[in-house]
């Protein structure tokens, strides 16, 4: 299957710090990208639908400001969490399709002290 | 929000036996996807079954979908301990494509 994979898999940073997170399509061109995040023993809950060229669409309750994604080629979509806050911990996991599947990254855990 | 709701939530089965993990939605699909993820670990895709199929295999796997009842069933037969994991149903509904996933059942495989 198609390759998606996502860096850094693993992020400690500091309160009030910002964090990007890179997604990237491997062997196949996608010109949307989902993100997702994790809390521990519970499943995936979509934060916004990334569009290559135009703006993000986000899921209800989710801050645009705070989760900023940018989706400048149709091989990358990055996700910044702004001033990252010891709430924003959690694991954070993109996909892309390719055709009728998504694929997924690896995640990324990220944990704001 | 999470449209579907899988049960069991657990599962614990000996090595060698069936494992049945079943998923419930609540609108009318495209398609009804199973994937795998292991502690930590990202999503790995198992199989895709459209809205007009009633069943599907690949290797030990057997999915069916029921679209008058909204349901669909994994089966993983003769279990191994690697097939350890939890399992997720998603399902893909909108002019987005995008995914809505189960609540997940987390399958252990005793030794």
């Known amino acids: 299957g198609a390759v998606v994979s996502q860096h850094p898999s693993r992020v400690i940073c500091k309160s009030g710090t910002s964090v990007k997170i890179e997604c990237r399509s491997l062997?196949?061109?996608?010109?949307?990208m989902f993100w997702y995040r994790q809390f521990p023993k519970q499943s995936l809950m979509l934060m916004a639908t990334s569009n290559e060229g135009s703006k993000a669409t986000y899921e209800q309750g989710v801050e645009k400001d705070k989760f900023l994604i940018n989706h400048a080629s149709l091989t990358l979509s990055t996700l910044t969490v702004t001033s990252a806050h010891p709430e924003d911990s959690s694991f954070y996991i993109c996909?892309?399709?390719?055709?009728?599947?998504?694929?997924f990254g690896p995640g990324t855990r990220l944990t704001v002290l | 929000s999470q449209q579907g709701e899988e049960d069991p939530q657990a599962l614990s089965i000996q090595e060698g036996e069936n494992a049945t993990m079943n998923c419930s939605y609540k609108?009318?699909?495209?398609?009804l996807q199973w994937y795998r993820q292991n502690s930590g670990r990202g999503l790995v895709h198992l199989i895709l079954i459209r809205s007009n199929e009633r069943e599907k295999h690949s290797g030990r796997l057997r999915v069916t979908l029921d679209t008058s009842k909204k349901s669909s069933s994994l089966l993983i037969t003769a279990s191994r301990a690697a097939d350890t994991a939890s399992y997720f149903c998603?399902?893909?509904?909108?002019?987005?494509?995008?995914?809505?996933f189960g609540s997940g059942t987390q399958l252990t495989v005793l030794p």
């Open positions: 998603a399902t893909d509904s909108g002019s987005a494509r995008q995914l809505t």
């Open positions: 996909s892309a399709r390719d055709k009728a599947v998504q694929f």
């Open positions: 062997d196949f061109q996608a010109t949307t």
């Open positions: 609108t009318s699909i495209n398609n």
